[in-house]
Structure formats: structure tokens, C-alpha cells
Nanobody, 124 residues
Framework: QVQLVESGGGLVQAGDSLRLSCAAS????????MGWFRQAPGKEREFVAT????????IYADSVKGRFTISKDNAKNTVYLQMNNLKSEDTAVYSC?????????????????WGQGTQVTVSS
């Protein structure tokens, strides 16, 4: 069993930055792919970013490419999402996810454990 706890969300203005954290317990993030997804009100869950087990490969959604960076700290068993130049359309609940696979996963079906999510609200 894996527990994931996100933190770092909040209310910011357009152009600001936030760093989300996802602390994992129960299993190590060093051997698995991790991902971030988001869901805005009235919309389906959307892929944001994924990182593979080594931390050296990543994939981003086109909407966040160049602005968001996913990373992980194996020693802290934590995954991060650095979000820069935030836009109002980034407003959503952001959730991290743990995959039992080591390779990159861009769909929710590739993940087996989910956190509760943290709210990010960007005012324009």
C-alpha cells in the first residue's frame, strides 16, 4: 500500500509560481514512475507530467510544457511539481499518482495509487 500526501497548493496571481510536493510512504519512489494530474471543476482529469524511475526522463502536457517541471528526491521519497508563470487556466485540484511500473505513464490507468489532491487557484 502506498500513501501519497500533496501539499503546496494555494491562491496565487497569474504569473506567479508554486511548488507542489507529494510525500510518499509505504513504498519507494526511486523504483517507480510518478505523475501529476489535475482536474478543474466540470472537467475530466487531465495529465500534467510524469517522471520515470530514474528521474532522468519526463513527459509534459503541451499546455504546461516550458512552465512546469517535475522532479523527485529519492532520499525524501517525495515528488515535486514546480509551476512557473501560472495562468488562470491552471486552476484545478492537482493530484500525484504512483505507478507500479518504472516507465513513463501518461494516462490515469497507468497509476495504482493516488493522493487526495491540493487546490491551486490562479487569479487573473
Amino acid at each position: 500500500q502506498v500513501q501519497l500526501v500533496e501539499s503546496g497548493g494555494g491562491l496565487v496571481q497569474a504569473g506567479d509560481s508554486l511548488r507542489l510536493s507529494c510525500a510518499a510512504s509505504g513504498r519507494s519512489v526511486s523504483t517507480s514512475a510518478m505523475g501529476w494530474f489535475r482536474q478543474a471543476p466540470g472537467k475530466e482529469r487531465e495529465f500534467v507530467a510524469t517522471i520515470n524511475w530514474t528521474g532522468r526522463s519526463t513527459i509534459y502536457a503541451d499546455s504546461v510544457k516550458g512552465r512546469f517541471t517535475i522532479s523527485k528526491d529519492n532520499a525524501k521519497n517525495t515528488v515535486y511539481l514546480q509551476m512557473n508563470n501560472l495562468k488562470s487556466e491552471d486552476t484545478a485540484v492537482y493530484s500525484c499518482a504512483y505507478s507500479s511500473s518504472s516507465g513513463l505513464q501518461t494516462t490515469p490507468g497507468g497509476y495504482h495509487y493516488w493522493g487526495q489532491g491540493t487546490q491551486v487557484t490562479v487569479s487573473s
